[in-house]
């Protein structure tokens, strides 16, 4: 998946719902971090999204507004 830009707030919460509707997951009263980490888990990767300070997922959409450095594995 390309790389988005860094969003944040209400613009990262509705990213992150479309992403959720485009892979079948009900994002009704989860919050930001528990919806990415659950879309992330349905897409194969890890569900880490803000849990970690370093994540080897390159290819990560979330990684912009993540936060965690990126490190090749």
Same mark, same amino acid.
């Given at each position: =998946?390309?790389?988005?830009?860094? &969003?944040? *707030? ?5 990213? @992150?719902?479309? #992403?959720?509707?485009? /892979? ?6 989860? #919050?930001?971090? /528990?919806? /990415?980490? @659950?879309?992330?888990?349905?897409? *194969?990767?890890?569900?880490? &999204?803000?849990?970690? #300070? ?12 993540? *936060?965690? #450095? =990126?490190?090749?594995?």
């Amino acid at each position: =998946m390309a790389k988005e830009k860094f &969003f944040k *707030g209400p613009k990262l919460l509705s990213l @992150a719902k479309q #992403k959720a509707q485009q /892979v079948g997951l009900n994002s009704d009263g989860l #919050k930001l971090e /528990v919806l /990415v980490c @659950a879309i992330q888990e349905k897409e *194969g990767y890890t569900a880490c &999204f803000r849990g970690k #300070k370093t994540c080897p997922e390159l290819d990560c959409c979330w990684q912009a507004s993540c *936060g965690a #450095k =990126m490190i090749a594995s």
